[in-house]
Nanobody, 116 residues
Framework: QVQLVESGGGLVQPGGSLRLSCVVS?????????MNWYRQAPGKQRELVAI???????SYADSVEGRFTCSRDDAKNMFDLQMNNLEPEDTAVYYC?????????WGQGTQVTVSS
């Protein structure tokens, strides 16, 4: 059973930075094809923000391209989302996600609030 535990998030002013982390247990991230970050703002559907593939390739939503960066630490079996130049529109609950062996797994979610 794969489990994902998120940390990070919080309140930050516009232009600030935050780093989210997702620790994976129950499987090595080296065997996971894609490590994803989603977010859901109040009243909106959950949207895919970033993907990091097993081979290191990354893909980002247009709204965060150039501001958000995925990374991973194989030794710690975790992956991160570095968020820079945050905007009020980035306010949402952020979820890490992996699809592994036919099942979808989600972190518990962490609130990111960008406000002055």
């Amino acid at each position: 059973q794969v489990q994902l535990v998120e940390s990070g998030g919080g309140l930050v002013q516009p232009g600030g930075s935050l780093r989210l982390s997702c620790v994976v247990s129950g499987s090595s991230i080296l065997s996971i094809n894609g490590m994803n970050w989603y977010r859901q703002a109040p009243g909106k559907q959950r949207e895919l923000v970033a993907i990091m593939y097993r081979d290191g390739r990354t893909s980002y939503a247009d709204s965060v391209e150039g501001r958000f960066t995925c990374s991973r630490d194989d030794a710690k079996n975790m992956f991160d989302l570095q968020m820079n130049n945050l905007e009020p529109e980035d306010t949402a609950v952020y979820y890490c996600n992996v699809y592994h062996s036919g099942s979808n797994y989600w972190g518990q979610g962490t609130q990111v609030t960008v406000s002055s």
